[in-house]
């Protein structure tokens, strides 16, 4: 269509009543960044870098993905650690950590784990995935959740999961008895 019969057809369509659309305005990203949300971009980006800061890990601490995961406290009885290892004991309560940032895990694991101790849960499941070689997301995870769960009291041993309840993208949690739980365990034994 030529410019003059564009005009031409303009000039009827007004002539019959026809109103044109008023367009909405629409605003460019690009823009949107130009006008100063780049500073607000660059900002969050170095805050994700310092929550990043903390999760970076040596070459030396990445796990091997084929590698099984197992930690046990002083005081364990060999027989308790090899019933968890063997997934003898029912899980209570999943965490399912896939496709979530290190710093969403960090977050969540302590408070998943505080709140299974105080509802005197004793054995948990965290699903972490599994990755097929040593930097992906998956196995920097389980890599940090080895480093990690030791320094939280209430876990006892941690083993990677049997086959059937995840394998080596799952672990197994032994919690300790919460306040409760041991009162009624010594008033049991009297």
Not at 20 to 49: F, N
Not at 50 to 62: C, K, M, N, V
Not at 120 to 128: K, P, Y
Request: aromatic fraction near 6%; hydrophobic fraction near 35%.
């Amino acid at each position: 269509m030529s410019e003059s019969e564009k005009s031409d057809f303009s000039s009827m369509m007004l002539g019959e009543g026809v109103k044109p659309l008023k367009a909405e305005k629409r605003v460019s990203t690009r823009e949107a960044l130009r006008r100063g949300e780049i500073d607000q971009l660059a900002e969050r980006r170095k805050q994700a870098e310092g929550i990043d800061e903390r999760f970076r890990l040596q070459p030396e601490q990445l796990l091997n993905p084929a590698d099984p995961m197992e930690w046990k406290r002083d005081g364990v009885q060999e027989g308790v650690f090899r019933n968890l290892r063997l997934g003898k004991y029912a899980a209570d309560a999943r965490l399912d950590l896939i496709n979530r940032s290190l710093a969403e895990a960090v977050d969540e694991v302590p408070g998943f784990i505080k709140q299974c101790y105080q509802l005197g849960l004793r054995t948990v499941v965290i699903n972490h995935g599994r990755g097929k070689h040593n930097k992906a997301p998956q196995n920097v995870m389980r890599s940090c959740l080895v480093l990690w769960l030791p320094k939280i009291d209430e876990v006892l041993a941690f083993h990677s999961c049997q086959p059937q309840h995840g394998g080596l993208a799952a672990i197994y949690l032994l919690l300790r008895k919460n306040e409760q739980q041991r009162l009624e365990n010594i008033e049991r034994h009297r």
